[in-house]
């Protein structure tokens, strides 16, 4: 059953949010006529009646009307525009009963209606895409739905809500990483990765109920999302001067046991805020026209709250914003003056286009000025990504990006919204400046991002850390790194301390999993035949290693630099070839992995299924204080029970 909570609040508020969301609600049939109409405005919130969390995607409608929305990642909606006079109100969304109250609008004021949903236990097996803007009957809701249990053909099976506007949003094409031969490749070289955009937008399309494009799943992005620990495992030797430590695990593949799944952990220790060193934060915020949903700038200044609770007096905050141009409209700032901070974000408005070639150009130039010796000096640029005015090609960016950061001056990149989230272009920038992406679907992701992780999110510890596993061609035939597709360096990068490479932050942990065919196995499909090498020539006999080296599998190097160094420093250990039981932690990246590879079609996933998954990452959830891993379980629930795997995955960079 539905609750719901209705009371009015003064006029001017509702006008304002009926300006500020006016842009969103369509136009009303009488608006031609020239007289002014009598409506109100309709804004609340979408809740699971259950466990009271924000229920997002859920369509929210007037009836008899073309007024409707969904919901936002708290579940939140505004209605304006909506006729005065008594209305029927109605919510819907896969899995949860259908909710209909019947309100009174008053012309100018705001009605506050709360929602709290029941989920449905009936698995929809079936479902039909109905309705359409321009002909809406009355009692739907002006934009596609989903019902059953009615027979559909197989190609519009797990069809889902779509948005009621033009989708631009844009992804970098990712060509999946296929096995290679230890003969004749027998390095594995690539950049570590701590972003975790991956994972929340993922995790965005799935609750909305849609299958994520295929491009948008980074599955390396989508391991390391959550926290691991080492479950008793032992590390391969103490860090000693070094920042973080290394640890290793060899397992059967649980995809196909005959292989060797080989884990690769690196653990930087968390530091506590108060022992972090002052920063000097320059906080660039887009407020152009593209940032007026919602999810954009309202959740943003949102998240800037929760960050400025954890500054202390010997930081700095500066606020540069863009639109139609750059400006300073907060010079650094200490943090205990929480209240002066807070206000200047406040008074930010959406509006114009977007300079943001200008924009990151006056941020670090701001940041240089103002520049703390053994500090954290970063630039934090919040944005949707849609660049376009001033230097908007992705290779222009990248290329001011990459001179910016030999100041010394570290970047961090959060993606807000939905529909234009230019996902290809903000990857590329975090990628090239020395900094890491994050991807803010709500409050609780911009908790996690800059409240439960600042010390990683805005500290580094190492910078430029790149990975060499040199395999042993008397125990493997082929491996494939999974994931890290747009990481991998060439051999010679390794050693070349001007290659860029990621950043490592305090308390982060990277996971990097290869899959290994031991020596004696057939090669899987995806390695060409030598063209000096007929198919029926059995290859050369592999020289065997000296005696001392036999038992290893791989051998792992790790080179980094301190965070104002030069000169790279290396780590190395050798793995031996003995698969043993798996710590929760590697069973619960496996699964992870093998989600992921759902979602891309990999042909790699052999026959793996869903229920496959959820078994796999029940068993490694262990200790789960967040729910971070009760959630991935959940997410993989709706995708098996929405069938979204026999849903035709979107390729290419376009969504």
């Known amino acids: 059953m539905a609750t719901m909570n209705?009371?009015?609040?003064?006029?001017?508020?509702?006008?304002?949010?009926?300006?500020?969301?006016?842009?969103?609600?369509?136009?009303?049939?009488?608006?031609?006529?020239?007289?002014?109409?009598?409506?109100?405005?309709?804004?609340?919130?979408?809740?699971?009646?259950?466990?009271?969390?924000?229920?997002?995607?859920?369509?929210v409608f007037v009836a008899g009307t073309t007024?409707?929305?969904?919901?936002?990642?708290?579940?939140?909606?505004?209605?304006?525009?909506?006729?005065?006079?008594?209305?029927?109100?109605?919510?819907?969304?896969?899995?949860?009963?259908?909710?209909?109250r019947t309100i009174t609008v008053t012309e100018g004021e705001t009605v506050v209606l709360d929602f709290a949903v029941e989920q449905t236990t009936t698995r929809l097996q079936e479902t039909i895409v109905t309705g359409v803007v321009d002909e809406t009957p009355r009692g739907e809701p002006p934009f596609p739905v989903l019902r059953g249990p009615l027979s559909i053909s197989a190609s519009m099976r797990g069809a889902s809500l779509a948005h009621p506007f033009h989708n631009t949003e844009s992804y970098a094409r990712i060509e999946e990483n296929g096995f290679r031969r230890v003969g004749e490749s027998p390095l594995s070289i690539f950049s570590i990765d701590v972003d975790r955009a991956s994972y929340a937008n993922v995790r965005r399309f799935i609750q909305a109920g849609e299958r994520p494009p295929v491009d948008a799943v980074r599955i390396e992005e989508m391991i390391n999302y959550f926290p691991y620990g080492w479950d008793g495992h032992e590390w391969d030797g103490e860090a000693g001067d070094d920042p973080f430590q290394l640890l290793t695990e060899v397992w059967d593949a649980p995809w196909k046991p005959e292989h060797r799944l080989v884990r690769i952990g690196l653990r930087a220790p968390s530091i506590d805020t108060e022992d972090l060193p002052p920063s000097n934060l320059v906080f660039l915020l887009d407020v152009s026209g593209s940032m007026s949903s919602p999810d954009k700038l309202p959740l943003l200044k949102k998240a800037f709250a929760l960050l400025t609770e954890q500054l202390r007096p010997q930081d700095r905050v500066a606020i540069v914003v863009y639109a139609g141009a750059a400006?300073?409209?907060?010079?650094?700032?200490?943090?205990?003056?929480?209240?002066?901070?807070?206000?200047?974000?406040?008074?930010?408005?959406?509006?114009g286009s977007t300079a943001g070639g200008a924009g990151i150009a006056l941020a670090y130039d701001v940041a240089r000025k103002h520049f703390v010796e053994n500090g954290n000096n970063r630039v934090i640029l919040a944005t949707d990504g849609d660049f376009n005015v001033g230097a908007s090609s992705d290779e222009a960016m990248v290329r001011l990006i990459e001179k910016e950061r030999e100041s010394g001056i570290f970047l961090t990149v959060l993606g807000f919204g939905t529909g234009n989230l230019k996902d290809s272009k903000m990857e590329g920038i975090a990628n090239r400046g020395n900094g890491n992406f994050h991807y803010v679907d709500g409050l609780l992701e911009a908790r996690k991002v800059l409240v439960e992780e600042m010390g990683g999110t805005l500290f580094t510890v190492a910078k430029d850390v790149k990975l060499q596993v040199e395999f042993n061609p008397g125990r493997a035939a082929a491996y494939r790194l999974i994931g890290y597709e747009n990481r991998l360096l060439a051999d010679e990068d390794f050693n070349d301390d001007t290659k860029d490479a990621g950043e490592l932050g305090a308390g982060h942990t990277v996971t990097a999993l290869y899959e290994v065919v031991p020596a004696g196995l057939p090669v899987p499909r995806g390695v060409d035949p030598l063209r000096y090498r007929p198919a029926a020539e059995p290859p050369p006999p592999v020289e065997a290693p000296p005696a001392a080296f036999e038992d290893e599998l791989l051998y792992v190097k790790v080179r980094y630099k301190d965070p104002d160094g030069s000169e790279s420093r290396l780590l190395a250990h050798p793995v031996a070839d003995r698969s043993r039981s798996p710590s929760r932690s590697f069973r619960f990246a496996a699964a992870v992995a093998g989600f992921g590879m759902l979602l891309r079609d990999s042909p790699h996933a052999a026959g793996l299924s869903p229920d496959d998954v959820i078994s796999l990452a029940e068993r490694g959830r262990g200790d789960d204080p967040r729910g971070y891993r009760g959630e991935f379980i959940r997410l993989v629930e709706?995708?098996?029970?929405?069938?979204?795997?026999?849903?035709?995955?979107?390729?290419?960079?376009?969504?």
């Open 6 to 59: 209705a009371h009015r609040t003064p006029s001017r508020v509702g006008a304002l949010l009926a300006l500020v969301l006016a842009i969103m609600a369509p136009v009303p049939s009488h608006a031609q006529s020239g007289t002014r109409p009598e409506t109100g405005t309709v804004q609340g919130r979408v809740s699971d009646a259950t466990a009271n969390f924000g229920v997002v995607g859920a369509q």
């Open 67 to 100: 007024i409707g929305m969904l919901t936002d990642a708290e579940g939140r909606y505004s209605l304006p525009g909506v006729p005065a006079g008594e209305q029927v109100v109605t919510v819907r969304l896969i899995g949860y009963r259908e909710a209909s």
């Open 327 to 351: 400006g300073l409209v907060l010079p650094p700032t200490p943090g205990n003056r929480r209240a002066r901070i807070l206000s200047a974000v406040e008074r930010l408005e959406a509006g």
């Open 638 to 655: 709706t995708v098996r029970d929405l069938d979204l795997l026999g849903t035709a995955a979107a390729e290419g960079g376009q969504r």
